[in-house]
């Protein structure tokens, strides 16, 4: 495939604003203020990747976004725009678009489990001390060693428990383990079950490659996850999700080297979620993941209000940047607008600063790398019109399109293996029946003979399986929905 391949972002006074595709997998940036198009420019973005035939994955934060699987109509406005734009061909449409929702209610369900959560993107989750998070990290080892599969709420509520009743034996090799640490521990988990999160915690497991796929005349499906709830409701579950699934893309997916095209584009809608209040160790997985995925063949691209809601090491990375109008009403204002211009390379025939302030919708500043690289000067950029929908799907609209979905059917059952929960239940009650054996042995030998004088003394063994059944015991009964998120970020399958 030729390197010059490119496709049309807008127009500049009629001269086609393109990104070349081979640096389409150099991540990008799409901001502004409310408002201004941004939802648009994504939308626009998203379609010219699809018929590249490469997949994408984008978050729809305010349910905009479906009507990409409608084809658009004529609008006047929409052919004054095509006239100062030269496309070439334009031909409203629809594309192929799978619809998911970690609720289960605008989309197939999306799931994963604890394990592959790890401990450093769930103790983010659950927003928990140094304290707690090297307990998280203890549990994991332990479920590591004794072969315990953390897949849902209930594996881990059980693990902790258990934990919190074996501190004395357990803190030799896994460190010191506070009960109120633990009781922490459990009342965050209480609150992310009421926001929702063991929706999320379950299986099966969504497959990377139902994310990945094309359709039959070789355009990339666009996979769309309603999360308009989730952000409103559950903005540290949503930001988690979003990291889980960058996480297991990196390390699933195999070295490309630098390819003609990505093989599957991220947008990362209300960036600024996944780093607010985000500890330092996350922050500097995050910036390696972005730094490295690219040679995956993953591009991904952040939608936010402002650039410096990004680390600057981040922003830093951001090959494509479309900047929508920002506004000037107040000191801070300013001060963002001029450190907006100055990440730009200059256009002589504008002033950036000035620009940024009078921006109208759909009108953008763009910066484009060429093809060594290298960004190319800012350019005021009318953003062209999208061939799909401007707005979102009817719900009949919406349940049509889920009734023909590829994956109808393939995740909609909750699956409930042997894990943690199940494994020391089972030996809880394996040991009590071995106890209750014991205990009448015993009664009938002292019946025949005195007692024997002590006690004997009680194995860690035995010490773990009555634990167990006091630790569970509460659960029994329970059905609790599985899954959570990681990886690279310290889980383990």
């Given at each position: ?15 086609p ?41 984008a ?15 004529p609008?006047?406005?929409i ?7 030269p496309?070439?061909e ?59 599969l953390?897949?849902d ?16 034996e ?49 355009n ?13 409701e559950?903005?540290r ?8 699934l ?13 390819p ?7 947008f ?9 209040q ?8 995050i ?28 922003l830093?990375q ?27 390379r ?15 919708i ?12 290298s ?82 003394k009680?194995?860690?063994?035995d ?31």
């Amino acid at each position: 495939m030729n390197e010059q391949l490119s496709f049309v972002i807008g127009a500049d006074n009629n001269i086609p604003v393109e990104q070349l595709t081979k640096m389409s997998n150099r991540h990008g940036l799409i901001a502004g203020a409310t408002g201004t198009g941004k939802t648009i420019t994504l939308q626009i973005l998203a379609e010219s990747f699809s018929r590249l035939g490469v997949p994408v994955f984008a978050a729809d934060v305010k349910g905009d976004l479906s009507g990409i699987a409608a084809a658009g109509k004529p609008h006047p406005k929409i052919e004054e725009r095509l006239q100062k734009i030269p496309l070439g061909e334009y031909v409203q449409r629809a594309y192929p678009t799978v619809f998911w929702d970690i609720f289960g209610q605008k989309g197939h369900p999306i799931r994963s489990t604890i394990s592959e959560m790890g401990p450093l993107l769930l103790s983010n989750l659950l927003d928990l001390n140094d304290t707690q998070s090297g307990l998280m990290y203890s549990c994991f080892k332990i479920a590591d060693d004794d072969g315990l599969l953390l897949l849902d709420l209930k594996d881990l509520r059980a693990l902790l428990a258990w934990m919190g009743n074996n501190a004395n034996e357990l803190r030799g090799e896994y460190g010191n383990i506070t009960g109120a640490s633990i009781g922490a521990i459990q009342r965050k988990l209480l609150i992310l079950e009421e926001q929702g999160a063991e929706h999320f915690f379950s299986e099966p497991a969504v497959q990377l490659s139902d994310l990945m796929q094309t359709d039959f005349s070789g355009n990339g499906v666009i996979s769309i996850m309603d999360v308009s709830t989730l952000v409103s409701e559950s903005p540290r579950v949503y930001a988690t999700f979003l990291l889980w699934l960058l996480s297991e893309l990196f390390e699933q997916l195999p070295e490309v080297g630098d390819p003609d095209k990505p093989k599957l584009v991220f947008f990362f809608d209300e960036a600024h979620i996944l780093f607010d209040q985000a500890p330092k160790p996350l922050i500097e997985k995050i910036e390696h993941v972005v730094r490295l995925i690219r040679s995956k063949g993953v591009g991904i691209y952040f939608i936010t209000q402002s650039p410096l809601d990004i680390p600057e090491d981040v922003l830093g990375q951001l090959g494509l940047k479309i900047q929508h109008a920002l506004r000037a009403f107040t000191p801070k204002d300013r001060q963002v607008i001029k450190s907006v211009a100055r990440s730009f390379r200059s256009n002589e025939q504008f002033d950036s600063e000035t620009v940024l302030t009078e921006l109208g919708i759909g009108e953008a500043l763009v910066s484009t790398l060429d093809a060594k690289g290298s960004p190319r000067p800012v350019q005021r950029t009318l953003v062209r019109p999208p061939e799909s929908r401007i707005g979102p799907l009817t719900d009949d609209e919406r349940t049509e399109r889920l009734n023909k979905s590829p994956f109808r059917g393939r995740y909609d059952a909750v699956v409930d293996r042997e894990s943690a929960y199940e494994l020391l239940k089972k030996r809880a009650k394996e040991l009590q029946v071995r106890q209750d054996a014991e205990m009448r042995l015993k009664a009938e030998q002292e019946a025949q003979a005195k007692p024997a004088r002590g006690r004997k003394k009680q194995s860690i063994g035995d010490a773990f399986m009555k634990s167990t059944a006091r630790s569970i015991g509460s659960y029994v009964g329970r059905q609790i929905i599985r899954g959570v998120l990681g990886s690279i970020f310290g889980g383990k399958r």
